[in-house]
């Protein structure tokens, strides 16, 4: 009876093994900014986007990013170049990398993207987009911060 029993088991433990996926066979989508062509996109206007945005929403840190009414851009502590609208109407940044002691024209410029999701208040809600490999896209809440 052992006999019978002991290889019915074995058999019933190894019923649907090797037929499960495995998380790294199913890996999740690669997130992708809005399709800006879509025309339930709000589009972005350069007058509504200029001045100081806080990522954190505490317009306390230096998660923010500054755009200037002369098209120059600050973004967080590390970068600076030039910002501007493109025809679908998405915020297009010209990027440059500041490290402390070196000349910031010696750094590649990058482009950064953001697809607005919701019309520019004073809230400023998309989705920013690098065209650096290793920079995911970046779901943005930011909030308009007050003149100094």
């Not at 109407?89 to 953001?114: C, N, Q």
Request: aromatic content about 4%.
């Amino acid at each position: 009876m052992i006999r019978i029993v002991l290889p019915a088991a074995v058999l019933l433990a190894a019923c649907g093994q090797g037929d499960a996926p495995k998380p790294e066979d199913n890996p999740p989508p690669a997130m992708e900014a809005p399709t800006p062509a879509d025309p339930a996109m709000p589009k972005i206007d350069a007058a509504a986007v200029t001045g100081s945005w806080s990522f954190d929403r505490t317009c306390a840190t230096e998660d923010a990013m500054g755009l200037m009414p002369d098209g120059k851009v600050y973004f967080d502590e590390w970068g600076e170049g030039t910002w501007a609208v493109d025809g679908d109407g998405r915020l297009v940044l010209t990027l440059r990398e500041l490290t402390p002691g070196e000349d910031p024209t010696a750094s590649a410029p990058f482009t950064m993207t953001l697809t607005a999701t919701a019309p520019v208040t004073d809230d400023l809600v998309g989705t920013l987009v690098s065209i650096r490999a290793n920079e995911p896209p970046r779901q943005i809440n930011a909030k308009r911060c007050p003149a100094t």
